[in-house]
Nanobody, 124 residues
Framework: QVQLVESGGGLVQAGGSLRLSCAASGRTISNYGMGWFRQGPGKEREFVAFISRGGVFTQHADSVKGRFTISRDNAKNTVYLQMNSLKPEDTAVYYC?????????????????WGQGTQVTVSS
């Protein structure tokens, strides 16, 4: 079992930045692909970013490309999401997820473990 705990969310003005962290415990996540998803008010959960096991390959949703960056530190068993130039439409609960297969990318249904989420609110 892998337990995932997100942190770093909060209230920020449009144009600001936040860095989310996802700390894993229970097992090392170096063999897991890791993803970030978000669910805005009244919306379905959507893909944000993915990073491969070794961190060489990353994938970002078009809506965040150029503004958000996913990264990982396997030594710390932690994954990050750096969010810059935040917009009100980025307001959502952000979830991290772990994928044993290592290649789930944007396919939400393929992820095996999920965190509880952290709230990000961007004011205009």
């Amino acid at each position: 079992q892998v337990q995932l705990v997100e942190s770093g969310g909060g209230l920020v003005q449009a144009g600001g930045s936040l860095r989310l962290s996802c700390a894993a415990s229970g097992r090392t996540i170096s063999n897991y692909g890791m993803g970030w998803f978000r669910q805005g008010p009244g919306k379905e959960r959507e893909f944000v970013a993915f990073i491969s096991r070794g961190g060489v390959f990353t994938q970002h949703a078009d809506s965040v490309k150029g503004r958000f960056t996913i990264s990982r530190d396997n030594a710390k068993n932690t994954v990050y999401l750096q969010m810059n130039s935040l917009k009100p439409e980025d307001t959502a609960v952000y979830y991290c997820a772990a994928d044993r297969g290592g290649n789930s990318g944007s396919s939400e249904e393929k992820y095996d473990y999920w965190g509880q989420g952290t709230q990000v609110t961007v004011s205009s």
